[in-house]
């Protein structure tokens, strides 16, 4: 005898097969077969693609799901998402909950913890939500910029080709390049230079150490030399061109008397023309003053 019909056999098979695929859904889901995690809410504007299941996370690390999505058609904007949370989790007060997206576009929830660890929420409270800013969502904000900076870049770029075009920016350039090539002359010349100066520089150093010991010597000799004897004998030699002027000065002296007295002068000017005379008529008849004879005086 059977204890149940086929038909209550299939009740039970399709029963036991609805709580089955129950659990198997939420297991897929992220959630737990059996209530463990303690309900918290919160409260978002806009929830970004935030779905039930989505993930939780506190620093990284998975805490909980996202049970529910509640969204609020009276008008007041506002969508409440129902948290569900490991019981071991505790939330400091002033934590809120900020919506992001990875690169491949699923979204998931961040708990950013408050400060204060001691003061806790009670389980069921309310935090606040936002989503976070990404990159393309600050380059959404930069483009507003961009477009009225476009402008100005065009005119920018204008400018930028008409210099480019202009002839005198090519004969700069060229002349750049002279330049540059009598600076790389220049600096050769001055290679080559340094060269010849660190050849000589050893014989200029040797004349230089001749000249200084030259120098040294004119001022040993200067400093051996005895300035006061030396100005005693110009001194002295002084006083007798003084004596000698003096006397030349005065009618005492032979050369004074000459240079003084006229009439002596005028003698001794005179003497010597006579002299004059008598050396001239010596030389024209001399044989009047001397007579030389073979055989003797011949008597006039």
Known sequence: MKIFSKEVQIA???????????????????????????????????????????????????????????YNYEGSNEIVAVLGLNNKMHLPKGTTAEISKDLMGNVELNLILGPNPVDQMEVGDTIFGHIQQG???????????????????DSILYNVNMLLSDPALSNSVHNIDQITANLSTTTNELKHLSANLKTQMPGMMEKADNVL???????????????????????????????????????????????????????????????DSLMIDLKQHPKRYVHFSIFGRKDK
């Open 135 to 153: 990159a393309l969502a600050k380059a959404g904000e930069i483009i507003p910029q961009i477009q009225k900076l476009m402008p100005k870049l």
């Open 12 to 70: 039970l098979v399709a029963i036991v097969g609805i709580v089955v695929m129950f659990f198997g859904l939420k297991f897929l889901k992220g959630m737990t077969l059996f209530s463990t995690a303690d309900s918290y809410y919160a409260k978002f504007t806009n929830v970004a693609g935030l779905s039930v299941s989505s993930p939780i996370y506190s620093n990284g690390y998975r805490v909980g799901v996202v049970e529910d999505v509640i």
């Open 213 to 275: 010991a030259n120098t040294n010597t004119l001022t040993k000799n200067l400093s051996d030399l005895d300035i006061a004897m030396t100005m005693a004998k110009v001194n002295n030699t002084l006083q007798n061109v003084e004596q000698m002027t003096a006397k030349l000065n005065s009618n005492d002296g032979t050369l004074g008397l000459l240079m003084r007295d006229q009439d002596l002068y005028r003698n001794a000017a005179s003497t010597m023309g006579h002299v």
